[in-house]
């Protein structure tokens, strides 16, 4: 589940996470990609996602960079909220894979080429939790 705002960012988590998955074996085939219009909207979609039972984990993608009001707060501390409560209340991992940051080259950096990449560090959680999981509930 992916924020469309900063897409330019987000499109590299994008690509990061999906060379995660890929790497540990998760097929094409078997991601769901789908687009909100921001951070703010990911908790919504990802309980959504997590509910229609056919997912064994949700990874949420966005970027917040701070501005000169206190909206990023909000955004940020809802984004984190939602998604925290997406998966305690559906039993399905939902990775925050969320940057929070002061200016777009912070962002820029934490959306790298390799595993420095915010996208990556949540596809590793996720099939990680989704075994977990899985396992947990024998
Ligand atoms: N959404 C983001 O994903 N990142 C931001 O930096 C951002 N800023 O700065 O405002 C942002 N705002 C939009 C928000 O997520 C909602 O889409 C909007 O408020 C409508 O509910």
């Not at 330019?8 to 995660?20: A, E, I, K």
């Not at 200016?103 to 996208?119: C, P, V, W």
Request: proline content about 3%; charged content about 25%.
């Amino acid at each position: 589940m992916a924020a469309r705002f900063n897409d330019h960012v987000v499109g590299r988590l994008r690509d990061g996470t999906r060379r995660g998955l890929a790497r540990l074996g998760v097929a094409d085939a078997d991601i769901i990609e789908s687009w909100v219009p921001g951070a703010f909207e990911l908790p919504l979609a990802a309980k959504v996602l997590a509910q229609a039972g056919k997912v064994d984990a949700v990874i949420c993608l966005g970027t917040v960079i701070r501005g000169d009001t206190p909206h990023f707060d909000y955004v940020c501390a809802e984004a984190a909220r939602g998604i925290q409560q997406a998966q305690l209340d559906t039993g399905v991992p939902v990775m925050f894979g969320v940057l929070t940051v002061d200016t777009e080259q912070q962002a820029l950096e934490r959306a790298g080429e390799g595993t420095d990449n915010k996208g990556d560090e949540a596809a590793v959680g996720a099939v990680e939790m989704a075994l977990l999981v899985r396992c947990l509930r024998g």
